[in-house]
T-cell receptor, first 113, second 112 residues
Framework: GENVEQHPSTLSVQEGDSAVIKCTYS??????FPWYKQELGKRPQLIID?????GEKKDQRIAVTLNKTAKHFSLHITETQPEDSAVYFC????????????FGTGTRLTVIP | EAGVTQSPTHLIKTRGQQATLRCSPI?????VYWYQQALGLGLQFLLWYDEGEERNRGNFPPRFSGRQFPNYSSELNVNALELEDSALYLC???????????FGPGTRLTVT
């Protein structure tokens, strides 16, 4: 089955700096890669996703890049703000067969004001 | 538009008992997924239902089961509860296979 690894497990950045979280996956059939943000005590929220027919997608301060050859994808947050502090999960799915998401173990991001 | 809802918010059971968790998907969504989030761990896939049928299940024992009703709401049943079943159980829904998944607030199950 699919195996998703996520690094780092914790990340602290100064407000205004950029943050990068990286994930690798094992199943070459995976073609959908969402990112979820989970604030303390709250549900995971979908913040951005990318499908395998594109290499990069951007939404304001958030961008995701995908390298299918190397089987890795990354989340980039620019101009970080304290409200970006949360746990971020990457996930992978083949979206055609099993359709369930395989999640990374999460990255706890702390933005220091 | 109302989001995914789950009940109850918290559930406390003792070892050996059964637990029933409920999920109502976003209106129009036909797929429901169940995930387990144990403390300090990531989300582990449990079950996927679509159009009333179980489509896939994760690497969990058979005492984890569920169903999806004609209105697309879903139940997760956990029989013969064990201490390690204590976790946050999250339900997600999507418009169908291959569509984005949106999560509910979760049910925190505590087994004593």
């Amino acid at each position: 089955g699919e195996n998703v690894e996520q690094h780092p497990s914790t990340l602290s950045v100064q407000e205004g700096d950029s943050a990068v979280i990286k994930c690798t996956y094992s199943d070459s059939a995976s073609n959908y890669f969402p990112w979820y943000k989970q604030e303390l005590g709250k549900r995971p929220q979908l913040i951005i996703d990318i499908r395998s027919n594109v290499g990069e997608k951007k939404d304001q301060r958030i961008a995701v890049t995908l390298n299918k050859t190397a089987k890795h994808f990354s989340l980039h947050i620019t101009e970080t703000q304290p409200e970006d502090s949360a746990v971020y999960f990457c996930a992978a799915s083949d979206q055609t067969g099993a359709n369930n998401l395989f999640f990374g173990t999460g990255t706890r991001l702390t933005v220091i004001p | 538009e109302a989001g995914v809802t789950q009940s109850p918010t918290h559930l406390i059971k003792t070892r050996g008992q059964q637990a029933t968790l409920r999920c109502s998907p976003i209106s129009g969504h036909t797929s429901v997924y169940w995930y387990q989030q144990a403390l300090g761990l990531g989300l582990q896939f449990l079950l996927w239902y679509d159009e009333g049928e179980e489509r896939n299940r994760g690497n969990f024992p058979p005492r984890f089961s569920g169903r999806q009703f004609p209105n697309y709401s879903s139940e997760l049943n956990v029989n013969a509860l064990e201490l390690e079943d204590s976790a946050l159980y999250l339900c997600a829904s999507s418009l169908g296979p291959g569509k984005e998944q949106y999560f509910g607030p979760g049910t925190r199950l505590t087994v004593t």
